[in-house]
């Protein structure tokens, strides 16, 4: 066990900002939301997944909807205690644990509110290694478990518990609720034993992602030794860097969809990228090929600081660098890529391995670059 | 108590969709519906709400949707006793009789049919006195009752509770979930004692609208004695009698909307009429005026039978009579007209009194006419 403070609550915000790759929310308010539940409630303890009973019942929670509503519908630590102890009544059991769903300013911090007011610990692990914008696309989902009974709230107390077939239909209904609801709620799903989060959870994400943090955040490393970290440690590739040209954001329907457009500095001079997102970045291309896509990790961090931008902070002018990150091994399965490879959001064209190196060639661009 | 037959659903279907007045489903799948019901499960007992126990629980069940997807996604009993057998174990109690919501060829008949499995009797009236094309328009609402804790299933067997925090909030979480379902789900909701049934319930729609389809029904009278006999017994006012030169429809969220219009016949020879439809028929107008608005009811009935017919049973060339029928004294209070005058459906024009009788003038037209 061990606990989380102030100063590993920023370094989390910074890190799991990054693994949110542009989705997840925006870190500053996150950590305003974990640092009010530590002052209130006292610290916040991590534990490995190994530390809790098979049979105990483990409850993750998150927010839902498109980053940028979710920022403007800042939740308070009530929806959130509100959602997870509905789930327990539901199930007529106490929680031991809380988890995180995915990697992100905001939904790293929600579950470190609800488990400091509740005095539960959190789990250091996700269900993603990063951030996915829809709630099938879990490492629980493709080890079979259900996302149901599920419970959404919102700010104005409207509350609703879906039970569904499936995971799609459970998205599905929750998606058009929480669109319904104006933009975001605040759900708590995949109710599960201690004994199935040890055996479908990805391990580990928080400690990564304040690893991450810290590293980042380190007010003594410049860029070029922070990049350098980045790669010898974390597997990071630099895909581009460069000047923020236009973005195009097309919301609505529950996410924030748009297109990234950046042209070269450096020794990208001669390039151009641009970077599709839904909330999350999922594929880079660059001068027309695809240099990286989901379930690899695309992230937007600032150029000199290599600190994250999420999509909703993206701006014109902006002095950016692209780095991809190896996702979890769980994506790589059949039912992983299934679920959350390129062509799921129907992009069509294979997953370029980031592990290869920096890219030359590619597949295709299935007409659409 | 009373018992319902064979004969007495047949007249149940025809006064019931006439009730519709344009909504509510299909008269004859809601009757094989509830015969099936009888059939296997034997017969329905009707009662007065008087001889309830204040104390018992009373659950009304409907089906919510576009009438034109209910007629495609006709429920089994399956559904409808799930969805009530849900509301009661979340109250913790057993119901002690089933109530309809709204009079229709669909919406009198499942909770016939639920009954039926239940073994429950169903209780004579409703909360309209006719059919309403949203979940807040009742007269529990208008005195005071919350349609919450509501569930919803559909033929797949997702489902759905929603508790909100007023009755409009309901109505659109579970639109957009009716939706998101397909167009159409199965309901339990406004769950309530014996006591408030007594207190908020529209009585005797069930044997008035048994009255009216053994009168429309008769084999033996014809048009003219029957519409006599409407206006004599019913307050009936025949508005118009045409045929139908077209019918515009818009589907989509989640309700049937259109617009009905009509050349004169007969004493009408000279005439247009135009009806608007939101599932049902919500405003008439004759030759540019304004002759009925809800709440008070303006039913399609063909020229020659009188049987009535339903806003997706409209066709070009059809010979009809457009009769208004009084509504409940309910929508005449203050909270009844902003709830469901004809301004709550966004037209500029005042609720004009059929009982005031044949309309020579109108206030005004709004400029939408």
Not at 71 to 76: A, C, D, L, Q, S
Not at 243 to 266: H, P, Q
Not at 355 to 363: M, V
């Amino acid at each position: 066990m061990r606990e989380i403070g102030l100063k590993e609550l920023k370094d989390l915000a910074i890190g799991a900002t990054l693994l949110g790759t542009g989705g997840g929310g925006d870190p500053y308010i996150g950590r305003l939301m974990a640092e009010a539940a530590i002052s209130r409630y006292g610290p916040i303890h991590l534990v490995d997944v190994d530390e809790l009973p098979d049979e105990g019942l483990v409850v993750p929670a998150a927010m839902m909807g498109a980053p940028t509503v979710m920022v403007e519908k800042i939740p308070n630590g009530k929806e959130v205690e509100t959602a997870v102890s509905q789930l327990e009544r539901i199930l007529g059991k106490q929680a031991v644990a809380i988890m995180t769903i995915e990697a992100g300013g905001i939904n790293s911090m929600i579950p470190l509110a609800v488990a400091a007011q509740l005095h539960l610990p959190v789990i250091d692990g996700d269900s993603m290694g990063r951030a996915f914008p829809e709630l099938q696309m879990t490492s629980f989902h493709v080890r079979g478990l259900k996302a149901t009974p599920m419970v959404l709230v919102d700010e104005k107390g409207n509350n609703l518990v879906i039970d569904a077939i499936d995971n799609p239909w459970t998205e599905r209904l929750a998606r058009t609720a929480t669109v319904a609801m104006g933009g975001a709620s605040i759900i708590a799903l995949y109710p599960m034993t201690g004994r199935e989060a040890k055996d479908t959870m990805v391990r580990g994400t928080m400690s990564k992602a304040m690893d991450l943090g810290r590293l980042l955040g380190h007010s003594r490393l410049d860029r070029d030794e922070k990049l350098q970290r980045l790669k010898t440690q974390h597997q990071a590739i630099e895909l581009f860097s460069g000047k923020v040209v236009d973005v195009e954001r097309r919301s609505g329907d529950g996410f924030a969809r748009g297109t990234l457009s950046c042209v070269g500095l450096d020794a990208f001079g001669e390039s151009v990228l641009r970077i599709e997102f839904q909330n999350e970045n999922l594929i880079a291309v660059r001068d027309g090929r695809v240099v990286a896509t989901v379930p690899d990790l695309i992230c937007v961090v600032d150029r000199e600081t290599l600190l994250p931008i999420t999509t909703e902070g993206l701006t014109y002018g902006q002095r950016v660098t692209v780095v991809g990150l190896p996702s979890d091994p769980v994506w790589f399965t059949e039912k992983g890529m299934q679920t959350v490879g390129p062509q799921y959001f129907g992009y069509q064209v294979e997953h370029v391995s980031l592990a290869e190196g920096p890219i030359t060639t590619a597949e295709t661009n299935g007409g659409w670059a």
